[in-house]
């Protein structure tokens, strides 16, 4: 397929913005979850996805959810662990993997997190209707299914039935609500 030099010049523009927003967004989320919240964004993430993972949650489950590597991950859980916010224990199945739940301090730290993530969507996403929000999240899917298959990964299913997906949904809701209220 032949591109044109607008396509190539809008692709690299295109291309040059996501790069951008993502070292913006990147930086806005980890002062503001650190500052609001008391955690860094990536120990904000493992907890939501210790908490909406249901028991039992490994570190491996955490990297594959995360898209990270696991000596990355067991890294932030040890430094997590060492601020009391959640405990490891190795599995009584699988003596390799070690379970990971989260204390009361990391059960405020997400109810924080998830206050500071509810605002924060709120001010990022006043500049969008409803339907520019639509067709943004479906440019983004689309281009994240793209990723997988360049990675050589299987594009995991639509989200609406993944049931980790599911629960930080309703954790969201949870917050949104609480929020409101």
């Known amino acids: 397929m032949a591109y044109g030099k607008r396509y190539i010049e809008t692709l690299n523009t295109a291309f040059l913005q996501l790069h951008n ?56 859980v040890d430094r997590m662990e060492k601020k009391g916010l959640l405990v490891r224990r190795w599995s009584e199945v699988d003596r390799r993997q070690r379970q990971v739940e989260l204390t009361k301090k990391g059960k405020d730290a997400l109810n924080k997190g998830l206050k500071v993530g509810v605002e924060l969507r709120k001010r990022l996403g006043q500049e969008f209707t409803e339907n520019e929000l639509e067709e943004l999240t479906a440019l983004v899917t689309k281009l994240r299914d793209r990723v997988f298959k360049e990675l050589g ?29």
């Open 21 to 76: 927003l993502q070292g913006l967004l990147g930086k806005l989320e980890e002062g503001t979850y650190s500052l609001k919240a008391g955690v860094t964004y990536q120990q904000y993430l493992v907890l939501i996805v210790v908490e909406a993972g249901g028991p039992p949650v490994t570190e491996t489950l955490i990297a594959k959810r995360l898209q990270r590597n696991l000596n990355t991950i067991s890294m932030i």
């Open 153 to 181: 990964q299987e594009v995991p299913p639509p989200p609406v039935g993944n049931a980790i997906r599911q629960q930080v949904m309703r954790l969201y809701e949870k917050a949104s609500t609480r929020e409101r209220g």
